[in-house]
């Protein structure tokens, strides 16, 4: 159930994107935590700092056309998916010109044009969505695929059982990814979590799974790749489970005092963009080019998030939209 | 005029919209036998098993998997095989379908159908008799419809099928065998009561089952004089006020009666809304009627003790009219 380690011939370019895209991701939630200090961002916001190297590694292998769904922890797969970080930022702060005109905010970022189905607020419940939305491409004869990317703690939710028993028994296109930080919110998940594991219980199903250092792109880049191929010819759900580290809080709002300060250090010693940076230094890129996408992605989210704080806040008459075709929402109706 | 079953009018709706729409499709328990109502019978041999799909008992799955393939692009009609068991898909019913269109500022929809049979049948015990749909009404997003007649669930299944809303369709397992004229399979618009029987001196407002229970009860009445107008509601959400307060302001008598409990029912809605707005045309007090705050039992004269019956109605009819 482990990835491959043989010698690696690096597709340097395709990693020098990745450096970039994680750089992008990184940029995007230090500016989110930046708008959350300022009390800009309001709602609970939930950095996937640390965690880039899977929303990297998954979504490099999709196509624009097919489908993501993601958890609370969701902004580095919507970017990484395509999305428009402009439109993302706009959205945390609930402004208009939000991908959803700032109704969902961050827990609920979505962006159903780049085939993004949107994060979810309750854990685990993005694994059913995906199993109706791979049943739905099987159905119509589509050579799309559904991706579920969640966390540890959603192995010990009902869906991870139903969700992925239906993808096996339908036979449908569908990639499950548990990114595996070790923590349930604020509780160790080894503590609440019974048996071998989640690429166990997958097996346990049928399900060929593999466990891949979710902390190096290329490994995670290369899994995925070969789950892809698999499912999308015909040979129904593959799952991955990615281990890394979450380097922040489960929110913004938390310490995490609940970990001790020698194993964040440690963490940060395997942070996935320093991997990937001496992976790329290794084999010759210069260190300028690598620093320049650090810059550029700073300077791109200081932008954006600049340009975010200049929109107006959403209309009121957004407030009755999009509730549903029959009868009338407001109070004053009845 | 064609004669038909509540549940064929329903099934035949379902064949009409699967032959007109590829992309509408039903999942749930045992449906590739013809669902354990009979609710499907046939339709497995013409639609074959990737429409009328088979599915695991995994109601959260079945629900979370129709919310995931109606948002990309296909019309599921999900079977819950009871009311009851639809509470183990409240998640994905309260919290995903009914959400996703808002919270995502209308970047998608989900039209799908939830079929929740429900009510007593004799002796089905506590959890498979009960009659939730008050509790689907508070929640912004969803359709609720009720149907009493046959002719009612051929064409609201087809409102509900073509509709781009979630929609609650709650059929009672009392009525699958009721037989009624059927005039035509059109579709019948939500949010438009149905005036069961006309009436001057009482009004009495009600919807599936208990619709038939109430049009008893005002049979006999009107042997004694009086005359209830009995106006069967068939969708909740959206319900029709208009028609509520057009025969509540003729009569100036109300009753909602209904087979859920009492407590919270949406007979507490009706009731509080006629309060407000027709309070100086009212004859005597607001009533409601439903069952008491008890799990249903299992023993038939237990279980007959939580009913709504045209005595019950009628009675506190009478007692209305004398005020």
Known sequence: ?334 | MAVMTYADAAKTTLAEEMRRDPLVWCLGEDLGRGGVFGQYKGLPEEFGPQRISDAPISEAAILGAAVGAAMTGTRPVVEMRFADFALCAVDELVNQAAKARYMFGGQTKVPLVVREPMGMWRSSAAQHSQSLESWYTHIPGLVVVCPATPHDNRGLLKTAIRSDDPVVYMEHKNLWALEGEVPDGDPIPFGVARIARAGTDVTIVSWSATVHAATEAAESLASEGIEAEVIDLRTLWPWDKRAVFASVEKTGRLIVAHESVQVGGFGAEVAATVADALFGKLKAPVKRLGSPRVPIAYAPPLEDMLRVTPAKIAEMARTLVQQ
């Open chain 1, 1 to 334: 159930m482990s990835a491959s380690k043989t010698a690696r011939n690096l597709d340097v370019d395709r990693l020098l994107g990745h450096h970039r895209l994680m750089w992008r991701i990184r940029a995007f939630e230090e500016a989110a935590l930046q708008a959350n200090t300022e009390k800009l961002v309001l709602g609970a916001i939930h950095p996937s700092i640390g965690q880039e190297g899977i929303a990297v590694g998954v979504c490099s292998n999709l196509r624009r056309d097919d489908i993501l769904t993601s958890t609370h922890r969701g902004h580095g797969h919507t970017l990484a998916k395509g999305a428009d970080a402009g439109a993302m930022m706009r959205e945390l702060l609930g402004r208009e010109g939000g991908n959803s005109h700032g109704k969902g905010g961050s827990m609920h970022i979505a962006d159903f044009k780049v085939g993004m189905l949107g994060a979810n607020g309750v854990v685990a419940a993005n694994i059913h969505i995906t199993a109706g939305a791979a049943h739905a491409i099987k159905l119509r004869g589509e050579d799309r695929i559904a991706c579920s990317i969640f966390g540890d703690g959603a192995i010990n939710r009902g869906p991870f059982l139903e969700g992925l028993n239906w993808a096996k028994v339908f036979v449908l296109p569908a990639l499950y990814v548990c990114e595996d930080n070790g923590y349930a919110s604020t509780t160790r998940t080894a503590a609440m979590t019974a048996g071998p594991g989640a690429a166990a219980r997958a097996e346990a199903l049928g399900i060929p799974s593999v466990e891949v250092d979710g902390n190096d792109v290329l490994a995670v880049d290369e899994a995925v790749a070969d789950a892809v191929s698999a499912i999308r010819g015909g040979g129904g759900p593959r799952f991955i489970v990615a281990e890394t580290y979450r380097l922040t809080g489960h929110t913004a709002a938390d310490p995490a005092t609940y970990r001790a300060p020698d194993e964040v250090e440690a963490a940060w010693r395997r942070d996935p963009i320093a991997k990937l940076a001496q992976m790329l230094a290794d084999a010759g890129v210069r260190g300028a080019d690598l620093a320049e996408n650090e810059r550029a992605a700073k300077q791109e989210m200081d932008a954006v998030y600049t340009e975010a704080k200049a929109a107006p806040w959403p209309p009121l008459s957004r407030g009755y939209e999009d509730v549903q075709d029959a009868g009338d929402p407001r109070v004053e109706a009845f």
